[in-house]
């Protein structure tokens, strides 16, 4: 048998679920806690992986370059270029570079030679630049050694880093006179 509580109708009782002020005040004070403790480290990451992949782009690049020319049994050239058709002798290589057979060996595209690829500008806020030798072009021999228009050797350091420069990590690409490049961490120092 049923007995009825007094106030409430027979057989019928409600409750009311739902949070307080004070509770969703709380929570969303913790979500912003937390989010401003994670979005420093993920932003970091980000950049870490941009700076990442310009470098493997760009050693691709030189890897290519030294392929070619072995291959070809020629001069291959990479050197910077806004316009994806001529060299540049100003700016970073992050304006962008084209890959050439360079038949005359004077480091720059002419007419009646062949471009092998053509790699547009870098994204903003990233900066590639290169040490005296390697400041303009890298000029590999036909054995894939890297090699100065002038036949000497050709050596140096290629750093790419974030803009405006941060703690972020700075990466650096080294190219030995055997032509081949490798990738090493470097500091904030390191930037222009």
């Known amino acids: 048998m049923r007995q009825s509580v007094p106030g409430r109708k027979a057989g019928l009782l409600t409750f009311q679920?739902?949070?307080?002020?004070?509770?969703?005040?709380?929570?969303?004070?913790l979500a912003a806690i937390l989010l401003?403790?994670?979005?420093?480290?993920?932003?970091?990451?980000?950049?870490?992986?941009?700076?990442?992949?310009?470098?493997s782009s760009f050693r691709a690049s030189l890897n290519l370059a030294r392929a070619e020319a072995i291959k070809r049994n020629a001069r291959v050239v990479v050197c910077k270029s806004a316009d994806g058709l001529s060299c540049k002798l100003t700016g970073g290589w992050n304006q962008g570079r084209i890959t050439f057979h360079d038949a005359n060996n004077n480091a720059a595209i002419d007419a009646d030679e062949q471009l092998i690829e053509r790699y547009g500008a870098m994204p903003d806020g990233l900066s590639l630049t290169g040490n005296t030798s390697v400041a303009n072009y890298v000029s590999y021999s036909a054995s894939g050694s890297a090699k100065l228009?002038?036949?000497?050797?050709?050596?140096?350091?290629?750093?790419?880093?974030?803009?405006p420069v941060s703690s972020a990590e700075v990466q650096q690409i080294v190219l030995s006179s055997t032509g081949r490049a490798r990738s090493r961490k470097g500091v904030a120092a390191d930037c222009p």
């Open 17 to 29: 679920a739902g949070y307080t002020l004070v509770e969703l005040l709380v929570v969303m004070a």
């Open 36 to 55: 401003g403790l994670a979005l420093p480290s993920m932003t970091e990451m980000l950049n870490t992986q941009r700076s990442n992949a310009a470098g």
């Open 149 to 163: 228009i002038t036949g000497a050797f050709q050596a140096g350091t290629f750093t790419i880093c974030l803009m």
